[in-house]
């Protein structure tokens, strides 16, 4: 069997080509090594630059949610804050109610007990006016209002709950509303029973005494059940949202690993590709001039 | 009968001549070592015809050149010419998705999958913050800024595709480089005609139709039959007629049923039913989505449509309705933020804008990833071709040289042959019968 003939030509442009290839190569890694990045067009891995895009998706999705968890436990430590000073108030009031109860206070010191009870009506409505980054906590949706004014006692928002969302598909409702608490106008809530506590106070009829030593210890312990029944849920809201954040933490970890995975370059087995690749240029380079330059005419005389 | 008294002197001519051509020949092939499509040719050399002798049977005398060969493989030409077209359409191709993929900026910082991220986050952000004008205003920037992404891709593509029709109308308009080469072939179809007429084979003339139909057959499906006298009728992208028939050329060129190659390539990036403007369609498809979940979700809760897509100029747009003062989290008070959580939901949902995108972005890069591949195999499986036509047809260097000295010293030789019949005259002539004098 003869070798097949091999031109001049041939040699020439299968040296250029063998370099241009080697040159492609190690073009392809210099810009790994440079964007330190396994893909940079679709075309590389479409298949994983479309997982890329969905954990993109996925991760910047996990970074809101604990942004809005963040923003919840705002709301709810805030909340937490005004509810607690509205329980002290009604804790106050319970005292000062078990001191105009007792059969020897004088009807002046009854009216001066009554005159502070109004106050904390006042004190109270106050603290349910408070309000989270300018939005009203108590007033349902209707965060632009303030849930209750002096002159009555009347509940001015709503009933709507806010919600954040803290993952696909779960929203957490954060608010409470001051009907729920302080309530609205006579329903027995912290208010009215107050106002009839101070009322009770001022009438001095054995039936008001009765009531003061009865009914309103009644209404007013019940009241703060419900404050503290309120706090609690928010409280545990408020655990809710910490426990929901650390599992987000630890999903953002996750999930920012496998994009790393996905598209970021090996830096170590790219640098190794790099010395391959220029040992094999730096070798096709030296072949190739001596093949190329070599001919009979050079020893032919 | 008798044989001439200078019968060695005409036979060493006719060695000279011989050794001379066939050097001459060298000359040419050395000379043209590196011409494109030049095919190396050989002086083939054949012993004349001999003279009888009564008695002792028959003297050479001599040696003629009986013709100046071209070797070639017309095998390989065609397998090339396959070759060419695949590497005509495949290179074609990969370039243009190149360009689609490039402009759709995947995977990264700037293309819509992140406006897609920041619009889902505005969402969310509004929903926290309800009231908030700066949550307001970013929400109508991401808004705007991803339709403009949207409406900017589909430009680009458009361009694309634009570019493909002005590259398909340069090349096969009038005057075009379709045309130049028709025009050529129908040229030296005639003069290799006229060659042969007269009994000669024009050689060169054969390289330079060869190339022709290399080039040809990078630009769209060829197919030759010659007419046995020499000239070739060339059929272009399986047309009805030939485009060249002997020295007749078509113009405008006979309508192709199968192109193949470049033209092939670019009819498909600037048809409205080609690779391109499906491309365009599933971007539609994905405005069209974005368009109608927004909606779905939007519209009950503040009574307005958020985006508007015009799918006759493939615009998609904020509703103008819609601004920073207007927007709506919720269709309560303040406070409500339900519809704005629902929108930031559909982030990243099953079949939803993110879904559908990822999969325009898949197949986009699939795409240019086989056209890439398919260019490149065209292209080594042409190169190899093209390595075993200049196997055979290609000037090797050494090989010259060595005929070279192979025929010098056949000169040589051949001189010294007649100097010896010369001497033998010179015998004959100058000494015979002067015996005495």
Redesign the interface.
């Known amino acids: 069997m003869t070798s ?7 040699i020439s ?2 040296v250029l ?1 063998d370099l241009n290839d080697v040159s492609a190569r190690m073009s392809e890694t210099q810009r790994k090594m440079a964007t330190g990045k396994e ?9 994983a ?2 997982r ?3 954990l ?3 991760l ?2 996990v970074g ?1 949610y604990r ?2 968890a963040a ?1 919840a436990e705002g709301w709810t430590a805030a909340s937490d804050t005004a509810l607690g000073a509205v329980t002290d108030i009604a804790q106050r009031a319970r005292e000062l109610l078990l001191r105009g109860a007792n059969g020897t206070a004088s009807s002046s010191q009854r009216a001066a007990i009554a005159e502070e009870i109004d106050q904390l009506v006042d004190a109270a409505k106050q603290d349910a006016n408070a309000t989270h ?4 906590l108590f ?7 303030k849930p209750y004014n002096m002159a009555s006692d009347a509940y001015a928002g ?1 009933g ?1 709950d ?4 803290i993952g ?2 779960v ?1 957490v409702v954060v608010n409470v509303r001051g009907s729920d608490t302080l309530g609205n106008g006579a329903d027995g809530k912290l208010l009215n029973v107050l106002r009839d506590i101070a009322a009770h106070l001022r009438g001095g009829t054995p039936a008001d005494q009765a009531a003061l030593t009865s009914t309103d210890i009644v209404a007013i312990d019940r009241s703060i059940d419900d404050l503290l029944g309120m706090r609690a849920q928010i409280g545990a809201t408020a655990n809710r949202l910490s426990a929901a954040d650390d599992r987000l933490a630890e999903l953002e970890e996750g999930v920012r690993g496998l994009l790393s995975k996905t ?1 970021d370059a090996d830096m170590a087995a790219t640098l190794i590709d790099y010395s391959t690749q220029q040992a094999v240029y730096q070798s096709a380079l030296r072949a190739g001039a001596g093949i190329v330059q070599a ?3 050079d020893f ?1 005389r | 009968m008798p044989i001439s008294t200078f019968m060695g002197l005409h036979t060493s001519l006719r060695g000279l001549l011989a050794e001379q051509r066939a050097l001459d020949v060298t000359s040419h092939n050395i000379a043209n ?2 011409t494109l499509g030049y095919s190396r040719q050989e002086a083939q050399l054949q012993a004349t015809d001999a003279l009888f002798e009564a008695g002792s049977g028959q003297l050479g005398t001599g040696v003629d050149v009986m013709a100046y060969k071209r070797i070639r493989d017309s095998f390989l030409d065609l397998q090339y010419r396959t070759q060419a077209m695949q590497v005509g359409a495949g290179t074609t191709r990969a370039g243009a998705l ?1 360009q689609a ?2 402009r ?1 900026g ?2 990264g910082d700037n293309g819509i ?2 406006r ?2 920041s619009f ?2 505005s969402w ?2 509004f ?5 908030s004008g700066a949550a307001r205003q970013s929400l109508i920037g991401d808004a705007t800024t991803l339709a403009s992404a949207v409406n900017a891709l589909d430009d680009s593509l458009q361009t694309v595709a634009g570019q493909a029709a002005a590259k398909l109308a340069a090349l096969t308009g009038a005057g075009g480089e379709l045309q130049q080469i028709a025009g050529e072939l129908a040229g030296i179809n005639g003069a290799i005609r006229d060659a042969q007429s007269v009994g000669s084979q024009p050689n060169d003339l054969f390289d330079r139709r060869d190339l022709l139909l290399d080039k040809l057959a990078g630009f769209a499906q060829v197919s030759v039959v010659g007419d046995g006298a020499g000239s070739i009728r060339v059929t272009l992208g399986g047309a009805a007629a030939p485009l060249v028939d002997g020295a007749t050329l078509t113009w405008p060129p006979p309508a192709m049923t199968s192109p193949g190659g470049t033209i092939g390539a670019l009819m498909d990036l600037s048809s409205p039913t080609g690779t391109l403007a499906s491309y365009r369609g599933e971007i539609a498809t994905f405005a069209q989505a974005l368009t109608t979940q927004v909606n779905a979700i939007y519209q009950p809760a503040a009574a307005a449509d958020f985006f508007a897509y015009d799918a006759g100029t493939a615009r998609l747009s904020v509703n103008p309705a819609v601004t920073a003062a207007t927007v709506r989290a ?1 269709a ?7 519809a704005a ?1 629902a929108l ?2 559909l ?2 949902k099953s079949g939803g804008p ?1 879904d559908l ?3 325009l ?6 795409e ?2 086989d056209a ?1 591949r398919g260019a490149s195999n065209a292209n080594v499986l042409s ?1 190899s071709i ?3 036509r ?3 047809a ?6 010259e ?2 005929n070279l ?1 192979r025929f010098q010293r056949g000169y040589q030789a051949a001189a010294r042959a007649m100097s010896a019949t010369d001497m033998l005259l010179d015998t004959l002539i100058n000494r015979t019968g002067r015996v005495g004098l």
């Open positions: 097949p003939r091999i031109t001049t030509s041939m442009r299968n080509a893909l940079t067009r679709p075309s590389d891995d479409p298949f630059v479309g890329a895009l969905a993109r998706t996925e910047e999705g809101q942004r809005n923003e980054a300018g939005r009203s007033a349902g949706t209707a965060t632009d209002v709503d709507g806010i919600a954040r969302s696909p598909g929203s598209e001919s009979l005419l032919l | 070592a590196n190149d993929e490039l759709l995947e995977p999958a992140a897609l991220n889902w986050s969310s952000d929903a926290n913050t309800p009231d919720g309560g008070a303040a406070g409500d933020n339900s959580i930031s939901e982030r990243g993110d995108y990822a999969r972005v898949t197949r986009i890069g699939t240019v990833a890439r190169n093209e390595d075993r200049q196997s055979a290609g000037v090797s260097l050494d090989e040289m060595t000295i």
